[in-house]
């Protein structure tokens, strides 16, 4: 490929991480048929056999897009008994017999266990099942996990593996502690030269996530470094991690920095992040959380000579996420487009229209520990990219009261949209943020401002309520 080609190639490519889904699939059809393709899912917490549609059909989806592989980065029985892994082999089985698509190529399983695969069974006593010690010595996986293994997935265990996909090679990593995967870096070292050079990629995936990269410091359940430490001196790769279950809609769910870290969601729900009214109970005030169950995302990695491409798909509605996100190859130079601070600098910050209002209504409720008292509801509609030019991740709502001759703050909330973790599709409907009278001044003229916010907390210009005189 000749420099002159090579940029006029780039330029079209990048320019479509801007662009929605028909634009994108129009644009990235140009690059021609993919050298592999992976799906990609986590935390699919298989329980009983009507648990398994969701993944069937998600299979089904990877299938009809003639994926090479899938990865399953953890969790996939969710109280860690064999008979929930069955369900997974039998519904991998069923949609892949003998490990093959319908067209007959080679789908390859990559997969790795997670903590509720070790452990799942002592988890508040697996969610309402009285678990009993005989129940633990017949099913439990841990104690035969490489026999349970072999069993059922007709391949040999190992702690740490690599598999080679259509020239590109896969390092999965089990489940070893919650801070750890003990050997990966002599792993690493002892493979070291049959992983590619020259900024080519190969992909590592675990359950946590390396410590400080995808989702940011703040996510929980994170390695404790270990990770990070070892696959930093590898700038070629791209790493897949879940149990943290962070929506794909977050932008931060993919980061770059000595190498390439992005969270792989859940299959089963989607956690909430705390600190907004509709987010964890009982931190929570005035509105209950908000239900993410219908939250099943997952990925489908398109790698090509010069990129990768990464598809964010949820398998309820069967929509997209968001932008494709759009991964320059080679790795290792200095083209790094989802480095944090790079994109704090150049995302796009959602903004209302001039058309868009925001109202207020009053009416006796209740909080969420069952208090009645006087609430304060503001209304606002949901901002959107294909209706406002970029989507708000969540909102924040400032309740302003005027007391003598000073006007002040006296309250800030933040409050996602009811379908914030879904396709713009399922999240048209009305935006609201409660206020209850106990939060707020007695007796003063006040009104509300909404800031539509982007994950990296970019705030667009406010929607203002008209003013509310107090009550005699």
Partial sequence: MNRRFFLQR??????????????????VSRLGKPNVKIGIISDIHIRH?????TLHHTFEYF???GVDGV????????WGFRSQLEFVAETWYDVFPKDRGADGRHVEKLFVYGNHDREGYTYGNARGVKVTKEMIAEEAIWPHKEKVWEELFHEKWSPIYMKDVKGYKFIGGHWDTWSDIRGLADFLKKVEGELP???????YYQHFHPKNTCSGPWVWGQGGGNVTKALSKYPNCVCFSGHSHTSLTDERTIWQGPFTSIGTASLSYISLWSGRENSHEPWTSQMKRIGTHNGKHGQIMSVYDDCITLERREFVYDQPLGDNWIIPLPLGGQDKPYVFETRMKNVATPQFATSDKAIVTRAVGKDVQGTEQEQFTVHFPSVLKKTHGARAFDYEVEAEV???????????????????????AQDMAEVTCVFGQTELPRWHKMRFHVYPRESFGKKGK?????WILPEK
């Fill in 10 to 27: 780039s330029a079209a490519l990048f320019g479509a991480m801007c662009m929605d889904w028909p634009a994108f699939a129009e644009q």
């Fill in 49 to 53: 056999m009507d648990s398994v549609k």
């Fill in 63 to 65: 299938d009809e897009v």
């Fill in 71 to 78: 990865i399953i980065a953890g969790d996939m029985a969710d």
């Fill in 197 to 203: 050079t020259g900024g080519r990629p190969f992909f």
């Fill in 402 to 424: 005027v007391e003598y001759d000073i006007a002040k703050i006296a309250l800030t909330k933040h409050v996602y949209s009811k379908g914030y973790f879904l396709g713009e």
């Fill in 462 to 466: 406010p929607l203002s309520t008209d």
